[in-house]
Structures are given as C-alpha cells and as structure tokens.
C-alpha cells in the first residue's frame, strides 16, 4: 500500500523492513529524523537505538555491530560523514558489512542545511586512509531511496564490504508517496560464519579483525586482496539509468535530485523542439563509466549538472576518456538549479557545437 | 601428581612482542586467570585497542576485534547491543583511553553499557617511543616533555578512576597496581568483580592497571617497578573507588 511519508522517516521504515536492527546515530540536520524514528521504531520490533556521542562514536558502534554480525546502520550529513571516514576505511580493511546513509548539505564545512551534493568526492573517494571503497548509491527520489537502502543491506553482506546511500537533503525532507515492502534477506547469502560471536565452536579459527599489519609483504597481500574485491564490485555493480540518450541532441548527465530537476529541463527544452537525453549514475561508485561513455556518443553535446563544483564532473570526463567534451552547470553552497537555466545551458552549449 | 599451576586457555601460545619488563603480559593472564575461573572464555569478545597491546587479537582464544584508536568502548557498545548474552570487554593502555579515546571512555560509561574495561596505565605512550600522555605525573621526563611534565606548561595529569567514579552510569570502579606480588593479587580480585560485574548485568566495571614500561622509562625492570610504587601510585591512588 503506497503513504505519503517523508524521505527520512520513509527511508528508516526500509532499513526495519530489510531486517535492520542496530542503528546508531547523532543528530544533524537534515537527516534527524532518522534517529527520531528510529529511536521508537526499534524498540517496536526488538531491535537496538543508540544514540552515539559524536559520529566518530556512531561509525565505530556501527563497525561493533556489523562485527559482531548483526544487520546495522547509521546515518548523517557531510559534516559528520567527514568524521567517520577513518571508521570507513577501517571496516573496509577488517570487511565488515555496514550500511551508511548520507543526506548531503550545502558545504563546505557548516555550509548550510539545505540540499547539496558536494560530499560526492567524500563518498566515492573517500577521506580516510588508504587504497578502499565503498559501493555508493545515489537515489533521485523516496521510493527508490528506499529500494537502494534495502538493497544495500544484502550487497554489504554479499561482498562484506559498507555500503552507502548519499541522498540529498532535499530526498530526505521531500514528502512523497512510496510503498515499503518487507525485504528478507537473499537467501542466497551465505551465513555469516566469519562474525564474533563467542569461540565457542572449535571447528573455526577465532575471529581476529584488524587493519594493523607488522609485516608489509603481508599488509600487501591484504591490499591486494581487497583490490580485486573491489575489481568484482566494478564489474559487477555499476549502474546508469538512461532516458532518451540515444537520438538526443543533448545528454544531460546528472544524479539525485538534480536529475529530477533534468527531467523537467528535458520537458521544456521539447518545447522548443530539443531533443534532451538523460544519463543518471545510480552508483556513483563503482562508477558507470562504460555505461556512460555510449550514451554519450550520439549527442551533439554533453552537460553535466551538479550541486558541486565540477565532482561529478571529473568522473564523466574521465568516462569519456577524451572522446569528446563535455560542458558543466552547477549551483553551490544550498541552491538548487533550476530548470530554466539549464535550458539556457542547453541552448548556449548547442549553439556553441 | 597435583598440577599447581597451569596455563590459562584464554591466552594462546604465540610468542609476545612486549618488552622485558612490559606489564602487558602480566595483565593479559590475569584476564585470561578470571575469565577461565569464570568459565567465560568461550563466551567472551574481546576488544583491542591502539598501542602497545594492539597485537593482541594474536594472542587470545577467542574472538577478537581490533578498534580504531580510543574507539574501543564504542566498538564494544555495538558488539554488546548484538550479543547482550556474551562477554564483551575492552582492553586499553592510557594513550588509547585516557587521550584520544576520553570522549569513548565517558561516554561508554555514563550510559552504564554493561561492559568491562581493563585499563593499562604506564603513563606513557608506549608503542610510539614513550612520548607524553594524559597520564604522564609530574616531573616524569618523557620524549616530548624532556625536562620532566610540568603542569604549568604540560597540564595536569587525568585520574581516570576520580573522574568515571564521578558518573552515576559507572558501577564498578578500582585501581591496582603491578608492581609487587600482593598488589597483583589484590589486581586479579578487581578485574574478577569486573567481569562479575558484567556477568550478573550489572552495568559499566572499571580497573586501571597501574603499569611499568621500563623501556620507556630508560630503567631496569625492578627499578620501573619501584618508581610505579613509589612515584605513579602517590599520583594514582589504589583502592576501590565505587562499588555499587
């Protein structure tokens, strides 16, 4: 049955449906009512809600609990993202599954607490120490918010690897219709005999997670064991949505609530007799850059559009390899774009090819 | 033929890394003593820490997670929140809990989490070369404070017991020192009500573990004992500081 719930607490409901059960988590705008939600809903369905001292302390709990084997999340803004990647880095190192939720704000630092999309590098190159990554997906609307939340669970478990959800502020604040199904776990999972849970079974060494490696041609081996993990998740994960892209005049490359703004961008420009396609990165890591790299061949010209700087931006030059340019419109610091300006955009990038 | 001593089954045979005279190996076997006597090994999860004792996943037969530096007890809070029934402990020298990890250490403890932290103190920075810590007492000369801590300069050093025992969250809070014999008995007592403590449920158990670091200290192992009996325990009183 579909209701009309706001993205935050919509999205906390799929984590209980997926079988989440430990959540930790510190307030910040705009994501609080995760936390809010969760701190009932838990106690509802015999699950745990911890409410952390800072994130340093939730990300670790997090890592704890996913240790430990059970099904767990937290969930913050930039800010507070900033602070867990140290935790990211070493859950990645120990492989233990754990599900990050991110609903961005304007930055840099404080910035402000209306949507943005400048933590894109935070999330897909991470700030924490070392060669890792995390399969991030980026939703552009509540219904697939949650679908992508729920999913996450299973995909840290399959790969034993965090999973993050980044959507925006505007994802989580919007109210929109979504139906939450309940989503057991794959059953082709396999159990997970790797867990602390007390040595009381001879028949397995003890666990014994670490990052720390005295030996570096062992710390080595590790590396090069997490890098093909991360060469399976590559080839495996990576998803663009595409609209239209193959007879467009142009190729809108956007993500999140941007691409929905590119939809209405795509609507206008019709009128005028334009041919607008849309190429929407779902995971922004593992990025989808063969994916893209054809739907932007036929256009007459390619537009990236972003919260950020030139983020995204990077990525899809680097997907075209030098194939062909690309053009870029954004807005900063909270400001959504709006679609008419795209439109012109659109129109000065075409007169231009 | 009676057996009069015997090894503990909590700690393995990998040989250790610590130094001659280190009070980490000494506090590891009475972990490993209680934990046996209690009939809790298999049960127990333990969580390391950064430092000196932070190979220590190497040593023990049981699960082990090692945690980010001074982020033990939240790691411990996580492990606990899925596995209520299970031991779950965290071992920490005083860089781990006392600096970085203070905020961990308060917080974990004011929540009353029905864990137990075992507490190194050698007032040092072991594991980075002896650099100064929260811990580091008046006077004692270290590689960042040359001349000695002076509190004008340096500030004052943290009473980790003084300050948890202050927090109604806290249960169990003591202080023992390895210096000698009898106070490693008297040691091995507190950390058994530690784990009883968690055992029965009955929230957050504490003990710091007055410890030497002779090489730290630039002294011999019997003289680092002495300076901890004669110097770190006029700064770090022993005794119980709450039972409740």
């Known amino acids: 049955m579909k209701k009309l719930m706001k993205g935050n607490e919509a999205m906390a409901e799929a984590a209980v449906m997926a079988g989440c059960r430990y959540y930790f988590g510190y307030p910040i705008t705009p994501q609080s009512e995760v936390p809010e939600y969760l701190s009932w809903r838990m106690a509802e369905v015999g699950g745990v809600y911890k409410q952390a001292e800072s994130e340093l302390a939730a990300a670790n709990m997090l890592f704890g609990a996913g240790a430990a084997g059970g099904r767990a999340m937290t969930s913050s803004s930039g800010l507070g993202i900033a602070l867990m990647q140290e935790a990211i880095s070493h859950t990645c190192a120990c492989e233990i599954p754990a599900v990050y939720l991110n609903v961005s704000r304007g930055g840099p630092a404080l910035g402000c607490i209306q949507p943005g999309q400048a933590d894109y590098y935070q999330m897909t190159r991470g700030g924490g120490p070392g060669d890792y990554s995390m399969i991030v997906y980026a939703p552009s609307n509540v219904q697939e918010a949650c679908d992508l939340l729920q999913l996450a669970f299973d995909k840290a478990e399959q790969y034993r690897n965090p999973v993050a959800v980044y959507a925006d502020g505007c994802i989580g604040q919007i109210m929109e219709s979504v139906e939450i199904h309940e989503r057991e776990r794959d059953p082709k999972l396999p159990p997970k005999s790797w867990a602390a849970t007390g040595w009381d079974d001879p028949s397995r060494r003890p666990t014994g997670f670490t990052s720390v490696f005295m030996d570096p041609a062992k710390c080595e081996r590790h590396n090069d064991h997490l890098q093909e993990k991360y060469r399976i998740i590559r080839e495996n994960e990576a998803r663009l949505d595409t609209i239209d892209t193959d007879d467009a005049d142009v190729v809108l490359v956007a993500y999140g609530t941007t691409a929905r703004i590119c939809m209405s961008a795509k609507r206008i420009a019709a009128e005028s007799g334009i041919r607008v396609g849309i190429a929407r990165p779902i995971t922004i890591w593992p990025f989808p850059a063969r994916q893209l790299y054809r739907a932007c061949q036929n256009a007459k010209a390619v537009l990236c559009v972003e919260m950020a700087a030139g983020q995204l931006y990077d990525d899809v030059r680097l997907a075209l390899n030098g194939s062909r340019d690309a053009g870029l419109y954004y807005r900063l610091g909270g400001m959504m774009p709006r679609a008419r300006d795209i439109c012109q955009e659109i129109t000065k990038l075409l007169e231009e090819a | ?244």
């Open chain 2, 1 to 244: 033929m009676s057996v009069i001593y015997q090894k503990d089954t909590y700690l393995n045979d990998t040989k250790r890394h610590y130094c001659p005279g280190c009070s980490h190996g000494l506090a590891h076997k009475l972990v490993g003593q209680v934990l046996e006597e209690l009939q809790l090994v298999e049960k127990t999860i333990t969580v390391g820490s950064v430092g000196c004792s932070g190979l220590f996943y190497d040593y023990s037969n049981s699960d082990c997670i090692m945690a980010l530096h001074g982020r033990a007890p939240a790691v411990a809070a996580g492990v606990k929140a899925v596995h209520p029934d299970k031991i779950v402990y965290t071992y920490q020298g005083d860089g781990d809990l006392a600096s970085i990890g203070i905020g961990e250490t308060v917080s974990a403890a004011a929540r009353g989490e029905n864990l137990t932290v075992i507490f190194a103190n050698n007032s040092v920075f072991g594991m980075t070369g002896g650099q100064m810590a929260p811990t580091t007492i008046p006077g004692e000369k270290t590689s960042t404070c040359r001349d000695g801590r002076e509190p004008q300069v340096h500030g004052y050093p943290i009473g980790v017991c003084e300050l948890l025992s202050q927090l109604q969250g806290a249960r169990y809070v003591a202080r023992a020192s390895l210096h000698d014999v009898p106070h490693i008995l008297e040691a091995k007592k507190m950390i058994r009500k530690a784990f009883t403590y968690q055992l029965e449920g009955r929230g957050y158990a504490f003990v710091e573990l007055l410890c030497a670091c002779p090489t730290n200290l630039r002294m011999k192992p019997t003289e680092a004992c002495r300076w901890v009996e004669e110097e770190m325990t006029k700064v770090y009183p022993l005794g119980v500081f709450k039972e409740e």
